[in-house]
């Protein structure tokens, strides 16, 4: 499994991004995917999920409300749309797929089987 973030770049605070997850090499059409941030003061934390079926959508507190997880399963792409970006949220995102992952351990990072090479997000005015 390859996985292509991108869409990361400098923003104002209040401001908005989309960042992509392009999947290729997948042996399955069902799989969960998984939004993940680090910064070099933090480990890697959840940020974002969509479950295997697609059926459900799972959020930090920190970014509930401003942030929006989709996926287009025709491109096997996942998009993370990020509204009213905070200093706070500046990270390296990752996006992470796992064919098997329960609900139950979607905020887990170590749980997730294939991660991107992460696309940088710097919020600053």
């Known amino acids: 499994v390859q996985l292509q973030a991108s869409g990361g770049g400098l923003v104002q605070p209040g401001g908005s991004l989309r960042l992509s997850c392009a999947a290729s090499?997948?042996?399955?059409?069902?799989?969960?995917v998984g939004w993940f941030r680090q910064t070099p003061s933090k480990s890697r934390e959840f940020v974002a999920a969509?479950?295997?079926?697609?059926?459900?959508?799972h959020y930090a507190d920190s970014v509930k409300g401003r942030f929006t997880i989709s996926r287009d399963k025709s491109k096997n792409t996942v998009y993370l749309e990020m509204n009213s970006l905070k200093p706070e949220d500046a990270a390296v995102y990752y996006c992470?797929?796992?064919?098997?992952?329960?609900?139950?351990?979607?905020?887990?990072?170590?749980?997730?089987?294939?991660w991107g090479q992460g696309t940088l997000v710097t919020v600053s005015s």
């Open positions: 992470a797929v796992d064919y098997r992952i329960i609900l139950s351990s979607l905020r887990v990072s170590d749980h997730w089987d294939y």
């Open positions: 090499g997948l042996s399955s059409s069902t799989y969960a």
């Open positions: 969509i479950s295997r079926t697609g059926g459900s959508t």
